[in-house]
């Protein structure tokens, strides 16, 4: 196996890759509470990113409504757990299988009808904005009132409620990145791959090759959406309060794109490239502007919106093809 | 509460952990001045704000309140502050950063940050780091009922406004003779709307109102058309319109009362919006008559008069309003903690916070004080009415400066 | 439910929606021939919102006047952008389209926070709050004014696509690009033009829509996706596709809000949408693409 992970990456990269998971699991003892803060932001929307990149970067589907599995997984451990005290990681599971069932619904309502590029997007995004208006009104995870989840204090950590300090919420990213990043290179290595591969560059030719199109479209959908609900538990309960206008927004939707769309859309590094540069721009410009004593709302994120800008005009692959070639990186199968 | 004393134990072990590492300058918080925090220096406050996003109009509005305190501070003989404005762009994963970075900036108390869902944000960062954090205005109950020790609100929760605008309009119904016998009830489908019209169910049978809710009617808060809302309230025939909403929400809905030609005999508010500054300006004339029964101030108090006359110095035109006020006081209870607590040290200050008793304030009740939630549950409602682009205050009789004009005049006698 | 209420609701969201109609005109155009998904089409529209409620503190012009200059500068806008940014995007993959346009969303919106500040604004006309009463109806007259300009541009535009050379050669463009290509058709200029196009169309129904609305600057997302809707619903490319998908809509939405709890009726909208997905992917008067 590990073989078949190592297939075709220099080893300069691995090597790389591995000083950057030592440096990232020392990072917490020496940053101060506010970075870790950053950092964990960096880590979520990676991890999201990573998800997201599943159903577009391999099956070629742009989904801007990923919000919708975030919220579903967010509010069903939330609810779960509050209602009945039910831990995060069993509410996961049955988060799961709801986001996968949306999924599926998605996937099949866009599959089965032949909807496909931008018509897939607007359905993406009508579907979450649905949920959103739809939890609005739901009772039982008290609609737009917002549903919060009782706050222990910080005093230990507690891995099976998910109660405690930041800290434990970096590591339980961290360690869910990690997997994500080998579990995408292995689908990406099986056959499923590489028939991913092949219907993301020519679907025509795919499906007349005697590959069931649908069956692995499908497959990307509800692996993606589902790796993206534990994203939802994780929001959950870090910040404690859920709340539909929040959680379903268009703007949580292209939050997670935004990271793989910097970083390299279909690359397996780009999302999380794209995630940090993403948080570090945005922080690096609030720090900067308060540096220069500039207190004017919605400056920082003019400059944010210009270095988009910028990047999508200059780096139309994303940041992490145009870095990898500079460093000598590329995959030779890529 | 067993997690109590083992919390104060581990904080402090982890406090004096972080205080061991910035001492050997590991610490990564980038600050770009040293902060010398010497005896006799400001107290450094973080106040925390929607300035920009959707929420940026009152976000804005509440940095007016922020932008006049010292002046006041310096008149009435209280410590200034060193204010520290952030933005939480609407945001709550902005709000956690900012506030994180405030603290490690050396913020030793935050105020903010008017939005529910930001604020319990800020919240545990504030009760997990020990430092004081005074809310301005948010109203979801759950804040303080999580047990925090550093979290302190001074603003009503939905059930105390509900509670006062049920008593006050009995009061107005009966100064000035009119009744209604049904009422519709139209709210808008957010936060505060939900938590407003679940709470009619719970309060409103204990007053014993004089009228009956014919149809409750919940809107979206996203909504750019509201025909069909005002069709279907009209339909009912109510006396009066009971109202939940926001202030975009009322211009449009008085717009179409007149377009379509319903005068409901009364417009009760109960939140934001019929009261405020874009609302008379826009519709002038046809602003008058609503009455709005929400947290105020207390025109008949001395430092009423004086943070009105700031800000009209500073804002001409910008009548006095709830946002101003209540951040006004979350500053001032900052200052007179850190008067009585005589040092910054968050612990002295959060420990003199909740002795707070401050008589002379601005808004209406006893003062402001903090019970064992760290809620303010001694502050009362008012009863405000627009009256030719600006308000008087019709109840609670303590604070009253006019009388009440019941029923409205209809829309199409005012010329 | 009584008939008269019904009624002034259906004409009211029959109003309305041809106002929706106009605004999803622009983008229809745009996407139809240039191919490009516009994503701050909403913003676009709020810029010219404010760029009425400027004009009309000036010289206190109706905005249904101001809309010819600020239909023209929209054009020369829109223009502007498309021959110096977006038409090196269009062979580009669609998510790039996406991320340039959500870039230009997000720096628009931010500059109108800075510039006009964040609290609603309108203009005051003097017709602001009339109403004619026929009958049993009594008819917004604003709504009505807004709809009978939006026909009447529409019609403009219609006219200029079907009866000008210009107009045809871009509906040819839009049809089959290698062969406008092959007949020799300035294929970018006329690309710059449609743009242009799109953006007056918007611009025009911003100013009507300022007549029955407030303008924040945050307004332009939920329009965008409006638009969205209404052009795959009534057919994307397809003009008369675009009113009448307007109309559907905000009758829709009207009917559903007086029938069922208004503050879900926008799920009717989506759940319209996911039909007409479903069943009829080109729209109501869509052409099927090949």
């Not at chain 1, 509010?75 to 599926?104: C, M, Q």
């Not at chain 2, 948010?138 to 105390?160: C, D, H, L, S, W």
């Not at chain 2, 046809?286 to 804002?315: I, Q, R």
Request: hydrophobic share 55%; aromatic share 10%.
């Amino acid at each position: 196996m590990i073989a078949r992970l190592t297939d075709g990456v220099p080893p300069r990269a691995l090597v790389l890759l591995a000083a950057l998971l030592i440096v990232f699991l020392m990072l917490p003892i020496f940053v101060g509470d506010y970075l870790l803060t950053v950092l964990i932001l960096i880590l979520y929307f990676g991890y999201a990113g990573l998800a997201w990149n599943i159903m577009m970067g391999f099956a070629g589907q742009l989904s801007l409504g990923h919000a919708l599995y975030v919220g579903l997984g967010a509010y069903t451990a939330a609810a779960l757990y509050v209602h009945f005290g039910i831990s995060p990681w069993l509410g996961l599971a049955v988060a799961v299988v709801l986001a996968v069932i949306a999924g599926a619904f998605v996937g099949f309502l866009a599959f089965r009808f032949r909807i496909a590029g931008v018509y897939f997007a607007i359905l993406t995004i009508a579907v979450a904005e649905f949920a959103r208006v739809g939890f609005d009104h739901l009772g039982w995870t008290r609609g737009s009132a917002g549903l919060f989840l009782p706050v222990a204090q910080y005093a230990h950590n507690d891995l099976w409620y998910l109660r405690g300090h930041p800290v434990m919420f970096y590591y339980v990213l961290l360690v869910a990145i990690v997997l994500a990043f080998v579990g995408s290179r292995l689908l990406l290595q099986s056959r499923l791959g590489y028939f991913w591969l092949a219907i993301r560059e020519d679907e025509e030719a795919a499906r007349s090759a005697g590959i069931d199109t649908f069956h692995y479209k499908m497959l990307a959908v509800v692996i993606s959406a589902g790796m993206t609900s534990f994203a939802g538990v994780i929001f959950a309960f870090y910040y404690n309060n859920l709340f539909p206008e929040q959680v379903f927004n268009i703007s949580q939707s292209i939050l997670i794109i935004l990271g793989p769309f910097i970083g390299g859309v279909g690359t397996l590094f780009g999302p999380l490239l794209g995630a940090f540069l993403l948080e570090f721009v945005a922080e690096g410009l609030r720090t900067l502007l308060e540096w220069l004593r500039i207190d004017l709302p919605g400056s920082n994120q003019i400059f944010f919106g210009i270095v988009l800008l910028l990047v999508v005009v200059a780096m139309p692959e994303g940041v992490w093809p145009w870095l990898a070639r500079r460093l000598g990186l590329s995959e030779r199968n890529q | 509460m067993k997690h109590m004393s083992q919390a104060k134990a581990a904080r402090v072990t982890r406090r004096s952990f972080s205080a061991g590492l910035s001492a050997a300058g590991v610490v990564a918080g980038t600050a770009p001045f040293n902060i010398v925090r010497a005896q006799g220096a400001a107290l450094k406050v973080g106040v925390l704000l929607p300035r920009s996003g959707v929420q940026a109009g009152i976000g804005q509005d509440c940095q007016r309140g922020v932008d006049i305190t010292n002046g006041i501070l310096k008149e009435l003989g209280m410590p200034a502050l060193d204010i520290i404005n952030a933005d939480t762009e609407t945001k709550v994963e902005v709000a956690r950063s900012r506030a994180e970075k405030l603290i490690s900036d050396g913020a030793q108390l935050l105020v903010g940050a008017f939005d529910s869902g930001q604020s319990t944000a800020i919240a545990q960062v504030a009760e997990q780091k020990g430092v004081p954090f005074v809310i301005n205005i948010a109203a979801a109950p759950p804040i303080t009922e999580q047990g925090y020790k550093f979290v302190f609100r001074n603003f009503p929760t939905a059930a105390m406004i509900l509670g006062d605008a049920f008593a006050n309009q009995k009061e107005l119904f009966e100064v000035s003779g009119y009744t209604p016998k049904s009422a519709v009830f139209l709210h808008v489908n957010d936060t505060f709307g939900t938590a407003m019209a679940g709470g009619i169910n719970a309060v409103m049978p204990k007053f014993n109102m004089p009228y009956k809710i014919v149809e409750t009617i919940a809107y979206d808060p996203a909504a750019r058309d509201l025909s069909v809302e005002i069709s279907k309230a009209k339909a009912t025939g109510a006396d009066a319109l009971l109202m939940v909403s926001r202030l975009n929400d009322a211009i449009l809905l008085t717009r179409e009362l007149v377009k379509q030609r319903w005068s409901p005999n009364a417009i009760l508010s109960m939140g934001p919006g019929w009261y405020e500054d874009q609302y008379l300006k826009t519709l002038g004339k046809l602003s008058d008559g609503p009455v709005s029964f929400v947290p105020w101030y207390d025109p008949n108090k001395p430092l009423s008069k004086k943070l009105e006359a700031a800000l009209a110095k500073a804002h001409p035109g910008v009548n006095l309003n709830t946002n101003h006020v209540y951040t006004f006081e979350a500053l001032l209870v900052a200052s007179d903690a850190f008067k009585r607590a005589g040092s910054g040290n968050p612990a002295a200050l959060a420990d003199a916070i909740r002795k707070t008793n401050i008589t002379n304030n601005v808004s209406p009740g006893p003062g402001i004080q903090f019970d064992a939630k760290g809620q303010n549950d001694k502050l009362k409602n008012s009863a405000i009415q627009n009256r030719g682009g600006k308000l008087v205050t019709l109840a609670p009789k303590v604070a009253a400066n006019a009388k009440p004009e019941l029923p409205m005049k209809p829309y199409d006698k005012r010329g | 439910m009584q008939l008269d209420i019904f009624l002034n609701v259906a004409v009211g969201g029959i109003l309305t929606g041809l106002v929706y109609g106009l605004m999803a005109l622009g983008l229809s155009v745009i996407f139809g021939v240039v191919r490009v998904v516009n994503f701050a089409h909403g913003e676009m529209m709020t810029m010219a919102m404010y760029a009425a409620i400027t004009l009309f503190a000036a010289f206190h012009l109706d905005p249904l006047v101001m809309l010819i200059p600020i239909a023209t500068a929209m054009f020369a806008l829109g223009y502007l952008l498309q021959v110096g940014l977006i038409n090196s995007f269009i062979t580009r993959p669609e998510h790039s389209q996406f991320l340039l346009l959500i870039a230009i969303a997000i720096i628009i919106v931010n500059a109108l926070l800075i510039v006009f500040g964040p609290d609603a604004q309108n203009v005051q006309v003097a017709y602001a709050f009339d109403s004619f009463k026929i009958g049993p109806l009594i008819v917004d007259a604003t709504k009505v004014y807004a709809a009978g300009a939006a026909l009447v541009v529409a019609a403009l535009l219609f006219a200029f696509f079907q009866y000008t050379a210009i107009g045809t050669a871009i509906r040819a463009c839009a049809d089959n690009y290698a062969g406008a290509l092959v007949v020799g058709l300035d294929v970018h200029r006329l690309y710059a033009l449609t743009f242009g196009l799109g953006c007056a169309c918007v611009g025009a129904a911003g100013c009507m829509l300022l007549l029955l609305f407030d303008v924040t600057p945050v307004v332009g997302p939920a329009y965008t996706l409006l638009a969205f809707v209404i052009v795959i619903t009534g057919g994307m490319g397809s003009m008369p596709g675009a009113l009448l998908g307007g109309i559907l809509v905000g009758l829709t939405e009207a009917i559903a809000g007086l029938l069922f709890t208004p503050s879900a009726k926008s799920m009717f909208a989506f759940a319209i949408l996911v039909v007409m997905l479903l069943f009829r992917p080109q729209g109501i008067l869509g052409k099927r693409t090949t």
